[in-house]
């Protein structure tokens, strides 16, 4: 029976290290909580729009769902590379497309789709590497400029070559044209169409955060990206990191291409007409960090489908005449785009940068002095322990 | 070659544009020509049907197109080459010129329904203004807008810039596409009338006249942007494109500068647009896409930014290029439109190629020291 308290104070002690070890510093707390209010007004206002339409309102949250899970795939690796070589590639939408035309090809002999986009996830990761060696790492220490002009070259050249090869008319990725499964009244979940997209798009929002989070690798990119000067530095191979970036960048952009073949059709401009609404989602998070690309992939794509009911509502009541009311949904992410780049340009995940360049030195010259920051254990703790 | 009597006087400066502009025609006019001695007679379609006065139709057309792009790639220069503000936004600026020129110089077209059909939506204006007034108001629309727009985007970085730039260009063209009672949709506004209207109508005579303004109004803005560009306000626009800080430490109100360039770069798109909007006689949304913006860009990049009249020759030989590809096609009839796509890849292989090794482009930009 003496055994039991000291038992239980172990497993407090451990609880309160693992506590310790997920650093809930006070920021931390803060952003959990204020993501949990932002949760509880969504969930709220659904609630609220279901109450008042019914459950059909309920099909433009799933869609706005399954298009933030393609653009947030898709934002990530964007943001990956814009946060290692910074430059803004606008070619990213055409290397997506050359990822969905991959899978297409190998597809079209008659295997399943998950193998062609898996053959597409390494045929176009190394496309990237080949992009590197040969245009992109002959135009570093140039400006931004001048690598978003060869960007915009290369997007030319692959559409274009696309349209030359397989021709401007739009292909089905071969999968079963199954019937919807009902979730609600009038509202149905299409299972490869939309759950798969939405699997896929967890599947690598987890990807990456492991990546990033618990590799070398995925370290070494954190740190190339927040201070490549220092991270040479300190001994990281910057130069591996950035083809690696490549790779991760250019993968997930073919698996975004994918998602989208799977969820629409398969056209030569599907990956441009996506761009803009991939650089929304970037800009919105803050450029650079995935976990923004992630926060900002969610807000774009529900504020676009969920734009919908709002513009066919407005073109009813008359205020506004409109031919086709959901055509002007794609206008919705760039307004929120511009206002994010005129009011927080740093984006709404981000900080402002100077302070943030501020804060992470003052971090390193606390850990060099030997210093313990407040997350770090008292010492006193350990001392009591002994 | 012409492009050296950069330190020149004024005196001589003039009599160097004018060597620049003729050899500008003759680079203008080789393309059109080499497109019709190549190709046999006849195979032509779009405008020459019979002999010589379709000829010179077709290569006019090219020609008057030329012109307007080389205005817009002027318009970019300003904003660009001298002052380096990466505008991904050009087909937004020329777009908002030849809309707001169409809506002013055409007659009234109401809505056309036919058995409670929309044949036709009608769309905004029609006031049937002269040519001038049209494409005056256009450019004080597109300069307009262009200044509204630079007051939050010039704080941006380029790459910011860039990616805003081309959503407001994106969005006007969806815009344009979908609020169809003001812009007529699809169809867009037709029937837009020419500068002059000649009577009996002649398409060789209309063809020259509107060869005639543009080439007047090319040459007006040419001397006015290099006379611009040699004033003290064009070396701040060059010292902020060097380095910003160091104008600042000047004591330059370098916000002011850019967003001045800004405005008056978008006001010569928005004069382009005019321009294209009577040209043409129609204007459609679809003809406004990125595209065109990065057409533009070679046009700069190859003629050398930072260099008028080198962005002008960029004009005349990429739209050379493109209106090249519209003969192949009527030519090999059996492309179809792959020949476009082929363009559009050489285009894109360009701006790689021209990044990658010639950066300063045909003309470089002339050298100025301090004397």
């Known amino acids: 029976m003496a055994r039991a308290p000291e038992s239980r104070s172990r497993f407090t002690r451990r609880l309160a290290r693992l506590w310790e070890g997920l650093h809930p510093t006070p920021r931390f707390r803060r952003q959990v909580l204020r993501g949990l209010l932002v949760a509880g007004i969504f969930v709220a206002f659904v609630a609220i729009l279901t109450s008042l339409y019914g459950t059909v309102i309920l099909r433009y949250v799933l869609a706005g769902f399954v298009t933030s899970s393609f653009v947030i795939v898709a934002a990530i690796g964007l943001t990956v590379l814009y946060g290692i070589r910074g430059f803004a590639n606008f070619a990213y939408g055409d290397i997506m497309t050359l990822g969905a035309y991959i899978a297409l090809l190998v597809s079209l002999g008659g295997i399943s789709i998950v193998w062609g986009a898996l053959v597409a996830f390494v045929v176009v990761g190394l496309v990237g590497v080949l992009l590197e060696v040969v245009i992109f790492s002959r135009l570093e220490g140039r400006g931004p400029v001048p690598p978003i002009v060869a960007s915009v070259g290369l997007a030319l050249i692959i559409q274009n070559a696309i349209r030359v090869i397989a021709t401007t008319r739009p292909y089905l990725y071969p999968y079963p044209r199954v019937q919807d499964i009902p979730i609600a009244p009038g509202v149905g979940i299409g299972p490869y169409s939309q759950i798969a997209t939405l699997g896929v798009g967890l599947l690598f929002m987890i990807s990456a955060h492991v990546l990033l989070k618990y590799t070398n690798l995925g370290k070494a990119m954190r740190a190339t990206a927040d201070n490549l000067e220092l991270a040479k530095a300190t001994g990281i191979d910057t130069k591996r990191v950035t083809y690696a970036a490549w790779v991760v960048s250019c993968s997930f952009a073919s698996t975004a291409g994918v998602l989208i073949g799977v969820s629409a059709v398969v056209s030569p401009t599907l990956g441009f007409d ?51 009311p959901d055509a002007i949904k794609a206008a919705v992410p760039f307004m929120i785009l511009i206002v994010v780049l005129i009011l927080r340009p740093w984006g709404i995940a981000g900080r402002r940068p100077t302070f943030a360049r501020r804060a992470f030195f003052i971090e390193r010259l606390s850990r060099v002095l030997g210093e313990r920051g407040p997350i770090a254990n008292p010492p006193t703790d350990d001392q009591g322990e002994g | 070659m012409a492009a050296t009597p950069g330190r020149s006087r004024s005196a001589q400066t003039s009599s160097a544009q004018g060597i620049a502009i003729a050899i500008i025609f003759v680079i203008a006019i080789t393309p059109a020509i080499v497109g019709q001695i190549v190709l046999p007679s006849g195979v032509i379609k779009p405008l020459s049907t019979q002999g010589l006065p379709g000829t010179l139709i077709n290569i006019g057309f090219y020609i008057s197109i030329s012109i307007i792009f080389a205005i817009l790639a002027l318009g970019f220069n300003l904003q660009w080459g001298y002052t380096g503000l990466f505008n991904a936004g050009v087909a937004g600026f020329y777009l908002i010129g030849a809309y707001v020129a169409a809506f002013a110089i055409t007659a009234p077209s109401p809505p056309i329904v036919i058995a409670n059909v929309v044949v036709y939506p009608g769309h905004l204006g029609g006031y049937s203004l002269p040519f001038v007034a049209g494409a005056i108001l256009a450019m004080i629309a597109s300069g ?55 009577q009996p109508p002649s398409a060789f005579f209309n063809t020259m006249t509107i060869i005639g303004i543009g080439a007047a109004v090319l040459l007006f803005l040419l001397l006015l942007l290099q006379f611009i560009s040699e004033s003290p306000w064009g070396r701040v626009l060059r010292a902020v494109r060097e380095d910003e800080e160091a104008t600042m430490a000047l004591g330059k109100n370098t916000f002011r500068y850019k967003l001045q360039a800004f405005a008056l770069g978008g006001a010569v798109m928005g004069l382009a647009g005019a321009l294209y909007a009577s040209t043409v006689g129609y204007v459609q949304e679809s003809y406004f896409a990125p595209a065109v913006t990065f057409s533009v860009w070679v046009m700069v990049i190859v003629g050398g930014s930072g260099n008028n009249r080198g962005v002008i020759i960029g004009a005349f030989l990429i739209y050379g290029l493109e209106w090249f590809s519209v003969q192949m096609k009527d030519y090999f009839t059996d492309f179809g439109d792959q020949i476009f796509y082929v363009r559009l890849m050489v285009v894109g292989a360009l701006l790689i190629l021209l990044i990658l090794f010639r950066p300063e482009g045909i003309l470089r930009e002339t050298k100025r020291v301090l004397r």
């Open chain 2, 144 to 198: 307009g807008t262009a200044a509204v727009l630079a007051l939050p985007a010039l704080r941006l970085r380029a790459d910011y810039l860039a990616i805003a730039t081309l959503a407001f260009a994106v969005i006007l063209q969806i815009f344009a596409r979908n609020l169809t009672s003001l812009t007529g949709g699809a169809i867009g506004v037709v029937l837009i009338p020419k500068p002059i209207e000649l």
């Open chain 1, 274 to 324: 996506s761009l803009l609404l991939i650089f929304a989602a970037v800009i919105v998070g803050g450029i650079g960090s995935p976990y923004g690309a992630m926060l900002g992939g969610l807000l774009v794509g529900l504020s676009q489908e969920m734009s919908v009911p709002v513009l066919l509502w407005l073109g009813s009541s008359g205020i506004l005449q409109l031919e086709h």
